[in-house]
């Protein structure tokens, strides 16, 4: 099933919570609203599934305007941080009651649930108490519930927020394949750049109530539209700076300065600004080649992160920080070099759009 | 061999709440026990004699009817204030201005002093100048609970209900505060009705509030003293004597010592038994 969100806004008491949005998702696609806390991801979801009605605009599903249809009648599913199921039920129960309100018979419900159980690995725990499992059970049965009811859209609301480190990286993996094989179209709200890039298909950044760039996950990761963009799918943070672009060269004042890359050259001369990506800033220049040009630091700080390390560097006027796989101790005040990637680097204009 | 070293100290520390319970339970329980089991005229004579207290006691016909009507009393204030405080609790709003107007409103009538509640109820209910009382008679009800066994318990239930059921209203809507949002919403993704949302999403959430609620009105209700003596004096008759009532009655009405610390001793663990076979039957209840 296509959404299309047609010019639609939120306002609550005045305050605007969604800017006026359009919005095309297609059938069967699997798409990530990717945007900070309170940037309004929740909203979206809540107004598709038709929780909230816009306060004017229109929701169109494969074709037909749906604003005014009720919750019920729209066939949706959603799933959220909370690890929301039926408390008395039985895991069983819990994963059949779409089917129940569906009228469908006591066999076909057997087999569904079955199939679905197995699936989520969840076929040992049928007969317990959703009370008594963990809560990476519990988020597996919501999301078999899910899975179950085929709905022709699914809403995920932060669905792995709650989830241990380690379910949550292995859910990450399955998500759009099980959602790829039942055939619904998925929106996934999450907070995460990481995840976003990780569940891959569409995504939608979203900053402050605004839908700043829609398309594909990697299109929008290499070449964000804006400054915003580039901010809001980036982690560790992007880093930012300004540069000067005098005819075919650019130069960081007081660190370095390279050749203009060709799609810059017809812009006037003036101040830009830089946008570069933690990893493209790394230690060791693998490649020898002439696109990583070399610049001095000061750490101010050094941490690992996962198998990473971050270096956070003062490079003249700017804190930086560096991504490096593999574990990287150094000391704080050591000056060391940095291999800036130039294919990395994302230029912007005044207004924060992109060059590209 | 284990060799554990012993530190005497600790029990040091135990000795403040020793003497503590000593003096304000076990030391007061205990001349209850002594009178329980022993004849007394007075001069501290004491005279042994066995479980013959408790066997009158459990043997008339008088704690009998104080029972029944104590069992029945209590079934009957649980029976409607718990269905009650949780019809209350649901329609009560659950954000904004109004929730903490309605949250005093149902605060106040557990704020007023428990021999006030008697006092009001009476002169509410007096037939010939109470605002009830009059009003009944004056539509043709005939009612006057001060003659009739059937007024005085209505009076009595309405009197318990006014004054409780905000306890059970308070402890449901703090249940229901608990819930989150999000279990709202799925049940309308889901197309639930009303009352399935009831059944399955609000009942079960509440059901730890609601067991604390149960077991405190059980407990409250089954030792009524206060407004009861003030409302009806456990009359007409003997028709409102509850436990309660009928133990002072014997006590200081006809200072039969020995009987009534019998009574006391049973009436202490009729309750302890009901709540202890209630407490476990829940918590196996919430265990599955």
Known sequence: MSIELKNITKVVDGIIHIYPT??????????????????????????????????????????KNVTHVSVQHRNIAMVYQEFINYPNFSVFDNIASPLKVAGKTPDEIKQHVGEIAELLKLSKYLDRDVASLSGGQQQRIALARALVKQASLVLLDEPLANLDYKLREQLREELPRLFAESGSTVVYATSEPEEALMLSGHIATLYEGEIIQYGKTTDIYRRPANLASAKIFSHPPINITKVVKSKSRITLPGVADWPCPEVFQDHIDGEYILGIRPHHLSLKNLEQSEKHIRISGNVQLAEISGSASLIHLRIN???????????????????????????????????????? | MIIKTVKQTAWFFVVPVVLLVAFNALIPLMTVVN????????????????????????????FHDAFLRQIMFTSIILLIEVPLGIVIALSMPRKGPWVSVCLVLMALPLLIPWNVVGAMWNIFALPDIGLLGYTLNSIGIDYNFTQQPVSAWITTILMDVWHWTSLVVLLAYAGLSAIPEAYYQAAKIDGASRWAVFKWIQLPKMKRVLTIAILLRFMDSFMIYTEL???????PGNSTTLLSIDLVKLALGQFDLGPAAAMSLIYFFIVLLICWVFYTLMMKNEQQ
């Not at chain 1, 979801?45 to 605009?57: I, N, T, V």
């Not at chain 1, 800036?340 to 207004?351: A, E, I, S």
């Open chain 1, 317 to 356: 006027e700017n804190d930086w920080i560096s991504e490096s796989g593999g574990i990287h101790p150094y000391s704080i005040g050591e000056t060391i070099n940095v291999y800036m990637n130039l294919d990395g680097c994302l230029y912007f204009d005044h207004d924060g759009k992109a060059i590209h």
């Open chain 2, 229 to 235: 003596i003030v409302l009806t004096g456990g009359g």
């Open chain 1, 22 to 63: 359009n919005l095309h998702l297609r059938d069967k696609e699997f798409n990530v609203l990717l945007g900070a806390t309170l940037s309004g991801k929740t909203t979206l979801l809540r107004l598709m599934a038709g929780l909230e009605k816009p306060s004017s605009g229109e929701v169109w599903f494969s074709g």
């Open chain 2, 35 to 62: 009178y329980a089991f022993q004849e007394t005229f007075g001069d501290n004579v004491f005279f042994w004699e066995g479980l013959t207290w408790f066997e009158q006691v459990l043997n008339s016909d008088r």
